[in-house]
């Protein structure tokens, strides 16, 4: 069975964000790859990568960087498949030179941008499974159950003061 979901990343540094995303997921059911693909130090790789995507039956692509974050938006200019990027928290500048990297791309080449780290990631997995929902009764079904699992959670523990 063909992945439907690509998650690459700039680094192996960044795994520990995005597992969050390769989590979701795997709770949600979506068949996936994953994959460290660098803008900068693997660039060919890179372009191999996101033009053979669609080919290979991915339907979205959920990348993560940080810092100097440009390899969403590069995989976004060699795919016309949804991009989902994940700005990497940065030691130096706490994500928000990933976040405005990836967020600012201009007009003509979208990229979906998330919050930057955990929060962030988690929402990439979740949206990526939207995505697949479109044509996956299974997924769907699996989607619905997990809204309606933390609909609940909350609903039955009103009381801030208890866990
Ligand atoms: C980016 O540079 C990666 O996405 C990572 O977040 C950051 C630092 O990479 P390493 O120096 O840890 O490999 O390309």
């Given at each position: ?59 979205a ?69 939207q ?30 003061r208890?866990?």
């Open positions: 069975m063909q992945p439907q979901v690509g998650v690459i990343m700039g680094s192996k540094s960044d795994w520990p964000t995005m597992e969050h995303a390769v989590q979701m997921l795997e709770q949600l059911g979506v068949r996936h790859e994953v994959k460290v693909v660098s803008a900068h130090r693997t660039p060919d790789l890179l372009f191999d990568y996101a033009k053979t995507a669609k080919m290979r039956g991915l339907q692509i959920i990348a993560g960087a940080g810092g100097a974050a440009h390899l969403p938006g590069m995989a976004a200019s060699q795919t016309a498949l949804p991009v989902l990027g994940v700005p990497v928290e940065s030691k130096a500048l706490k994500g928000m030179d990933s976040l405005l990297s990836i967020v600012q791309m201009p007009g003509g080449v979208p990229v979906a941008t998330l919050a930057i780290g955990k929060a962030g990631a988690t929402n990439a997995g979740i949206l990526a499974a995505i697949v929902a479109l044509q996956d009764e299974e997924v769907a079904k699996k989607l619905d159950a997990f809204r309606a699992e933390q609909t609940r959670k909350v609903l039955d523990n009103p009381d801030p208890e866990d």
